[in-house]
């Protein structure tokens, strides 16, 4: 079946150094992609998105990437801060599925001072 | 503006009791969901909902049922809870099937007993 899975399950990071979080998905049909992160005893909070039609977009101190050909996505977080620290999700949203959203698993991103 | 609001944010049921959650939105987005979320899981979709009147299924449907009597209200009802329905539960809610954007109400942690 459809699924979007993250190669990392916590990565821990120094503050001022850049993050870089992963995730594959499977559906090669999904046309839309969103970043979501999540503090403890919260609901997800999005970050950025990106449609199919595209393989970059930037934020502020957020950057994300698509690519198609392998699948994969990636969460890049500029000058990481404690308030980072957080579970990231990746969701993928298959074309024609009543923009429904599959989740990846997170991962989970410590900020070390 | 509240977006979406979940309603209750705690309980604890005693196994066969039954309880309804309810998720209102403000924003007149057409699509609602319901999601749970468990320890070292992503969000995995139980129902959703397509416009007033209407329901399906989604990945993890089985012990829930929904109504969507009203636009804006998603309700998810236990029938017969059971210590396997305890999880955190996420309502969502976004414009319609092209729309880019969806917004998350803050949670229902539900332990069953």
């Known amino acids: 079946g459809e699924s979007v899975g993250l190669h990392l399950p916590t990565l821990s990071v120094q503050e001022g150094d850049n993050s870089i979080i992963n995730c594959a998905y499977s559906n090669s049909a999904s046309d839309y992609f969103i970043w979501y992160k999540q503090e403890s005893g919260k609901g997800p909070q999005f970050i950025i998105d990106i449609r199919s039609n595209m393989d970059k977009r930037q934020g502020q101190r957020v950057t994300v990437l698509l690519n198609k050909t392998v699948k994969h996505l990636s969460l890049q977080i500029a000058a990481t801060q404690p308030g980072d620290s957080a579970v990231y999700f990746c969701?993928?949203?298959?074309?024609?599925?009543?923009?429904?959203?599959?989740f990846g698993t997170g991962t989970r991103l410590q900020v070390t001072l | 503006n509240a977006g979406v609001t979940q309603t209750p944010k705690f309980r604890v049921l005693k196994t066969g009791q039954s309880m309804t959650l309810l998720c209102a939105q403000d924003?007149?987005?057409?699509?609602m969901y319901w999601y749970r979320q468990d320890p070292g899981m992503g969000l995995r979709l139980i129902h959703y909902?397509?416009?007033?009147?209407?329901?399906a299924k989604g990945e993890v449907p089985d012990g829930y049922n929904v109504s969507r009597l009203k636009k804006q209200n998603f309700l998810l009802g236990l029938e017969s809870a059971a210590p396997s329905q305890t999880s955190v539960y996420f309502c969502?809610?976004?414009?319609?099937?092209?729309?880019?954007?969806?917004?998350f109400g803050s949670g229902t942690r539900l332990t069953v007993v």
């Open positions: 969502a809610s976004t414009k319609d099937s092209i729309g880019y954007g969806y917004t």
């Open positions: 924003m007149n987005h057409e699509y």
């Open positions: 969701a993928e949203r298959g074309a024609g599925t009543a923009s429904k959203l599959t």
């Open positions: 909902s397509v416009g007033e009147g209407t329901t």
